[in-house]
């Protein structure tokens, strides 16, 4: 690190302690007179920031000011998100960081994470000489076309890029200095934006076809040139390129789909969890998905391998999952069908949403639809009837899109519904009893995997860690959890989570032949060794 002093250092967000820099620091870094009197520790400035933040008014509000913190003091900023996170991971991430995106060029100030567009086609891998920090480990992407449930929000989905490099930090324990956020600006189709006076990106329809195809082509040879020991997180792609992508590079490339893989990965642990809870047999559930999208689909394919693995054949397994879109229960009898649903098209009537809730009777109901109030009280009550704990989760994001709000489920349930969701929901009383709903977001699950793959240094990402991180999270749901019905470990325990999904998928990594170097044997001390504390 270039040892900087005086103003220089305190413009610096990595090295800057503001006032916590002690009286000999001051003297040896040409500070003195530019801070005031008093030496103040981090957990005082933590006081100051928490009480700034707490007297803004509205959450954007907030999100502009952690976002500022960031820029003064990155290990302020990262030791007040990780002592608060159940206050403050909902400002950085869902819900806040959806109304961020949305607002992004309005309430922009300063250039974070890298930018990319077509006028960058040929020099991507020299432009990328510009990053300033040179060992990179996880390079989060999006071209921002489908913004959480937000739609195609243009280079506006940087947001997510930076908001996902947060989580890798604060939750995963990765060093900042080995992120980076990046938007694929290929256009927008989104009209509203291009004709905003003050929007960033690239105002032209989005590229397509071949141009878009060589453009990620050169992105992703690029990272392997400039950082050969990154891992690509492909972000927020809309479902067609989302699997067309991964299915083009997974083979090659350190790299993996958030809401295809990591979303699975997260629901899979949930509906694991959720057995503990019903003490009804994980290969005895029937799982009904509504949305055909890249976080259902993969979802339906990561069951497949964790319901064969307990015993089940692949066409029974099969048989225990159905999808239902907006035409109904996806059945054998239609005659168009997206490729990778087909195989789950079943021998049934025509029915509709509620009809196949009736027929199917599911354990399990689960939303990834993008879609506000796509679980409606019919739904739910069915649910309730033939279950005696429903198990819903309604996975879509932000909180304005969420398929039913944790509220309704315990409402329309008498209180009997297992509930998770994809932005947080506050406790909430029903009567005598307080339920605290859980979230169901794949943050549960990319940061550890991506402390794994650093860690073990494993030249590809398989489904195989996809299942070992859904079960070690499922397993790290305590007694006293399952009693109040949660199906997720509480958050303030996300850096254990992800430490053990790390040490899970470095062995994983080992067994199949996929790291270079032996790694130690206590892999459990190396990997918490490698965990970013933030501290002075
Ligand atoms: N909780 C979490 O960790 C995650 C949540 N999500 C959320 O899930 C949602 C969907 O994401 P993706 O699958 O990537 O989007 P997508 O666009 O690939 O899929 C959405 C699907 O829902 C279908 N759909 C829309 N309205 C419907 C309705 N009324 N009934 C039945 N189907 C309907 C669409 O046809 C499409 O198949 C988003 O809101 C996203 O934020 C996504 C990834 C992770
Ligand atoms: C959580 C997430 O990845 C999404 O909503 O897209
Ligand atoms: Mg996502």
């Known amino acids: 690190m270039k040892l900087l002093r005086g103003k220089s250092l305190l413009d610096d967000p990595a090295q800057n302690k503001s006032t916590a820099f002690s009286r000999e620091e001051r003297n040896q870094f040409g500070l003195r007179g530019l801070l005031p009197y008093k030496v103040t520790d981090i957990k005082t400035q933590q006081e100051r920031a928490l009480g700034n933040l707490r007297r803004k008014s509205s959450d954007i509000e907030k999100y502009i000011f952690l976002n500022s913190l960031l820029e003064r003091n990155q290990r302020l900023f990262y030791r007040t998100m990780i002592d608060h ?3 403050i991971m909902p400002l950085v991430y869902t819900p806040t960081v959806g109304e961020a995106c949305k607002q992004f060029a309005h309430i922009y100030r300063k250039p974070q994470g890298f930018y990319i567009n077509p006028e960058d086609r040929g020099e991507i891998a020299s432009i990328l000489d510009n990053w300033y920090e040179t060992d990179v480990r996880i390079v989060v992407v999006t071209d921002g076309e489908r913004i959480l449930g937000l739609g195609d929000l243009g280079a506006n989905g940087m947001g997510i890029s930076i908001g996902k490099t947060a989580l890798y930090v604060a939750c995963g324990g990765i060093h900042p200095t080995q992120c980076l956020p990046v938007m694929l600006d290929v256009g927008t189709n989104n009209q509203t934006l291009r004709e905003d ?4 990106g690239c105002p032209h329809p989005r590229l397509t076809e071949h141009a878009y195809l060589s453009l990620v082509d050169e992105f992703v040879q690029a990272i392997q040139t400039k950082f050969p020991n990154a891992l690509i997180q492909f972000e927020d792609f809309q479902s067609q390129n989302a699997f067309d992508l991964l299915d083009r590079y997974r083979k090659q490339v350190r790299c993996f ?12 642990a949930g509906i694991y969890t959720s057995s503990r809870i019903t003490r009804k047999s994980f290969t005895d559930l029937k799982i009904m998905l509504l949305g055909t999208g890249s976080a259902a689909t993969g979802i339906a394919e990561l069951m497949m391998p964790a319901f064969c693995a307990a015993g089940l054949s692949e066409d029974v397994a099969r048989s225990r999952i159905s999808f239902v879109d907006r035409q109904g229960l996806v059945v054998s009898s239609r005659e168009h069908f997206k490729p990778r649903i087909r195989p789950f098209a079943h021998d049934h009537a025509s029915v509709n949403f509620l009809e196949a809730i009736e027929s199917i009777q599911p354990d399990v109901l689960i939303g990834a639809t993008g879609v506000a109030g796509a679980f409606s009280e019919t739904a739910i009550r069915k649910m309730a009837q033939f279950n ?8 879509s994001n932000p909180t304005s899109h969420t398929e039913c709000t944790a509220e309704e489920a315990y409402r329309w349930t008498d209180g009997r519904a297992i509930f998770a969701s994809g932005s947080p929901f ?10 605290k709903p859980a979230q169901g977001n794949n943050a549960y699950i990319f940061p550890g995997v991506g402390l794994g793959v650093i860690a073990s240094r ?8 996809f299942l070992i991180a859904a079960r070690v999270l499922a397993n790290m749901v305590l007694p006293e959890e399952i009693e109040v019905g949660a199906i ?24 199949e032949g996929l790291v270079d170097d032996a790694l130690p044997q206590d892999l459990t001390t190396y990997v918490r060794t490698l965990m970013y504390e933030p501290n002075y």
């Open 257 to 268: 789909n958030d809401d295809i893989q990591g979303t699975a990965a997260v629901t899979l």
């Open 488 to 511: 997720y470990p509480s958050l303030s325990r996300i850096r254990s989570v992800s430490h053990a999904i790390a040490v899970a998928i470095c062995q994983v990594a080992q067994q």
């Open 197 to 200: 006076l003050l929007y960033l």
């Open 388 to 395: 005696e704990r429903p198990v819903i989760i309604a996975l």
């Open 85 to 87: 996170l159940d206050e």
């Open 458 to 465: 494993a030249r590809l990402i398989t489904d195989s860690m």
């Open 426 to 435: 506050p406790s909430f009383r029903l009567g005598e009893k307080l339920f």
